[in-house]
């Protein structure tokens, strides 16, 4: 079985999700595996999984704003359980303090907002997957 | 007045009887070879020399003339030719003797010899009341004066007069008419001659100013008679100075009385008259003076009463609260109390105090808990006299009151003041209106701007997913797109039941509990049955009052949101039904679902509150509920264990409250 490395698209509203996962598989396609979820604790499930099956994931794109658990604790929860995973947050509003807190204690590769430049987007996600070449 | 002058003269003629003259033989001889002495008079000349109203050659000159007769023993025969240059002309041609007034000038020492001066009569300029101010002859430069011809004082002003236009007149009296009349501009003269033809006529005239020249009166005589010159010296010489001081003083100030005719008999009859009726006159104002008087004191009185009643009217009715204060202050003079003086029938109304215990008492005896701000303010207005107006919190009364102080007497101070508490809280109401109003717009217009995304991200796809011809692709986008409409659909929904939940009017009516619970179930029945939420209504007879449609939002909205936070318990359950406490009926909707926090409990009827992006609605939904309660004049609230707990919303309506009688 050949094992592949793969990302995680989080977001309360099944369009950004589906937006998200389009936009990334067009430009990466078959590099990589991509993941959806509509909550945190359906996420954490997701990766445990995955993790399980020994698929690598590498990057988590994560909303902030969701009910229940909001993105920065669900982060900062999966930078407790595996702290090679890389994450970028988007969000429409994130509050400026929890933001600095998540930065602390979480290495948020970027912060973007919602709507979402596609190109930014891109650029970001090959420099995480950049430092994979050097730090796997 | 005459009579006393008259008196004098006469007394100072007996008192000093003449000295007879000490004359040479030859003196006497020639006195009694000449016989009579012509003499010549200026008959319009007063007081000088004149003729009075009888004809008789009267005037200074000639009681002189009279003494040097007494003295003497020489007979004059008086000549008078109307012109003086004419008697003058006749000294030279010699018709005549001599003259008894006259000035020495050079012209004139040609043909007569003159005596000693016997008086000196100053020489004046007269001008008119109102003329400007003349100190001298420079003054009349380029002016019209007037002199008589022939009078030495013409000599003297066509010698020392510069630049001034004489105009010459046959005597005093005319030159003075003429100056009356403002056709000259001044008159010179002597001084004797001038004020006693002013007085006589009563120009409004006065005299100016002197000259430096004074008229010296002489006698003149023909030049072949030196004998008599010195014969009229020596004469002269016996008249003191006493005499001829007196002389002329009776002349120059007291002539117009020298006649004695019926003139001054009139002249004092009519002043009699006059003075009585000045006297009438004035006592006749005077009456008039104390009628006023008194009837303006009584107009006074009267609106002084007026005024005080409507004064007292005004105290007494008046909405606002009025009372009148003394100031009290330490020794330095900084307000420490305040004395009541006055209060009125609002004042009580407003505070509780009755006027009739607290005049005459101080706010410390009377309201000791009263802030100090309160004396410090109304001193201030009382010690300065500037008006404050303020609005303050009294703790006291536990109201707002809006007050306007001033100070009517000193070290008083007034104030007026009316309730506004309602104005205030209502301000206060309105402001926190104003916020959660802005709150809710700029929620809303977040709300909507997730879904707009949606359908610009989509579109996009769409447009490029076509372009692939890729259908699966297309139809996907369209229905994201869908979605996202119905969502901003729903969004502008309840923001419309938010307006009319303000504006529309509530149209109550009986409502049947288990009735509008089922129409409501069946709005939700679908959600509850996929999510397997069981739905239990109890007291299904209860009769709600309120306004149907408005109900049935409200019914809805809690139910839907009691399927949003229903977790996932083993049995999800909702209950509806009416519980009763105290004296009022509570609708309540429970649930078993997540529960709510503690500090959540108010917050999720906050309209900015959104606990659930994802679902159907926007976070108005509870909110909503609030403003259907409240537009019920009802209250809402929520009670939760805590989370995991379950939670219940509680709601009571009250729509006929206004229109309610009180039962006893």
Redesign the interface.
């Known amino acids: 079985m050949k094992n592949r490395d793969a990302m995680l698209i989080v977001d309360?509203?099944?369009?950004?999700t589906?937006?998200l996962k389009?936009e990334i598989s067009r430009h990466f396609k078959e590099t990589f595996e991509y993941e959806t979820a509509?909550s945190a604790s359906q996420a954490l499930q997701i990766i445990d999984a995955m993790v399980a099956d020994g698929i690598r994931v590498i990057l988590i794109l994560s909303d902030w704003?969701?009910?229940e658990m909001k993105g920065d604790e669900f982060l900062m929860k999966v930078h407790a359980k595996h702290p090679g995973i890389r994450a970028i947050m988007i969000s429409?509003?994130a509050d400026p303090e929890a933001i600095d807190a998540v930065r602390a204690r979480v290495p948020l590769r970027a912060f973007l907002g919602?709507?979402w430049d596609k190109v930014q987007l891109i650029l970001e996600i090959q420099k995480c997957i950049a430092e994979l070449e050097v730090i796997p | 007045m005459w009579l006393w002058f008259f008196l004098i003269t006469f007394g100072f003629t007996w008192a000093t009887p003449p000295k007879r003259l000490e004359l040479t033989a030859a003196e006497s001889t020639w006195i009694a070879t000449h016989r009579p002495i012509r003499l010549g008079i200026d008959s319009q000349r007063p007081p000088i020399e004149f003729r009075d109203s009888k004809g008789i050659p009267s005037g200074i000159s000639l009681d002189i003339i009279e003494r040097i007769a007494q003295v003497s023993g020489l007979q004059f025969q008086v000549v008078d030719i109307r012109e003086w240059t004419a008697t003058l002309e006749g000294v030279r041609q010699q018709s005549i003797d001599m003259v008894s007034a006259a000035r020495p000038t050079a012209a004139r020492a040609e043909f007569m010899d003159f005596t000693k001066p016997y008086m000196r009569i100053p020489m004046v300029i007269v001008t008119h009341e109102n003329a400007g101010y003349v100190d001298d002859l420079s003054a009349l430069a380029g002016k019209k004066v007037g002199s008589v011809k022939g009078y030495a004082s013409s000599e003297f002003l066509r010698k020392e007069g510069s630049n001034l236009s004489i105009i010459y007149f046959e005597n005093y009296a005319d030159a003075l008419n003429q100056l009356a009349r403002g056709t000259l501009d001044a008159v010179v003269g002597n001084l004797a001659a001038l004020s006693y033809e002013m007085r006589l006529r009563k120009y409004p005239l006065r005299i100016a100013a002197p000259l430096s020249l004074e008229s010296e009166l002489s006698m003149g005589v023909r030049k072949d008679w030196p004998e008599l010159v010195s014969i009229l010296n020596k004469a002269l010489a016996t008249i003191s100075e006493q005499e001829r001081t007196a002389i002329k003083n009776q002349w120059i100030y007291a002539n117009t009385a020298m006649d004695t005719s019926w003139d001054s008999v009139i002249n004092g009859i009519a002043a009699g008259t006059i003075f009585l009726l000045c006297i009438i006159v004035i006592f006749i104002l005077w009456n008039r003076r104390l009628h006023q008087e008194i009837s303006e004191r009584r107009n006074a009185e009267r609106i002084a009463l007026e005024n005080e009643r409507k004064y007292r009217m005004l105290f007494e009715h008046m909405q606002q609260g009025f009372a009148l204060h003394e100031i009290i202050t330490d020794a330095d003079n900084h307000p420490i109390d305040y004395r009541y003086l006055e209060a009125n029938p609002a004042f009580q109304q407003l505070t509780g105090a009755d006027p009739a215990v607290i005049v005459g008492k101080t706010v410390s005896e009377i309201m000791p808990e009263t802030e100090a701000y309160w004396i410090q303010s109304f001193g201030q207005v009382a010690l300065t006299g500037e008006p404050l107006h303020f609005e303050q919190y009294s703790r006291t009364f536990d109201r707002w009151f809006s007050t306007w102080t001033f100070n009517p007497a000193p070290r008083q101070f007034a104030v007026v003041f009316s309730d506004v508490t309602e104005q205030h809280l209502q301000r206060e109401r309105m402001q926190a209106q104003n916020e959660s109003m802005s709150h809710f717009i700029y929620t809303v217009s977040h709300d909507l701007k997730s879904p707009l995304l949606t359908v610009a991200n989509f579109a996009v796809e769409l447009a490029s997913d076509l372009e692939k011809g890729d259908t699966p692709a297309v139809l996907e986008d369209l229905k994201y797109i869908g979605s996202a409409t119905n969502r901003m659909q729903k969004i502008v929904d309840e923001l419309q039941l938010v307006a009319q939940a303000g504006s529309k009017k509530l149209q109550s009516s009986n409502i049947l509990l288990g009735e509008i619970a089922q129409e409501v179930y069946s709005a939700v029945a679908g959600r509850y049955t996929s999510q397997g939420i069981q739905f239990v209504v109890h007291n299904k007879d209860h009769v709600l009052r309120g306004d149907k449609d408005r109900i049935f939002q409200l019914l809805q909205n809690l139910l839907d949101n009691a399927a949003k936070y229903i977790g996932s318990p083993a049995e999800p359950k909702v209950e509806l039904g009416v519980e009763k406490q105290g004296m009022e009926s509570v609708v309540y909707v429970r649930d078993n679902g997540v529960g709510i926090a503690p500090e959540n409990l108010t917050k999720v009827f906050g309209i900015f509150e959104k606990l659930n992006k994802a679902s159907d609605g926007s976070g108005i939904g509870l909110a909503l509920a609030k403003g259907i309660v409240e537009a019920h004049q009802g209250r809402i609230w929520a009670t939760s264990p805590g989370p995991g707990q379950g939670s219940t919303f509680h709601f009571t309506l009250d729509p006929d409250k206004e229109n309610r009688t009180i039962q006893p």
């Open positions: 309360d509203e099944p369009s950004i589906y937006l389009k509509f704003l969701m009910p429409g509003y919602k709507p």
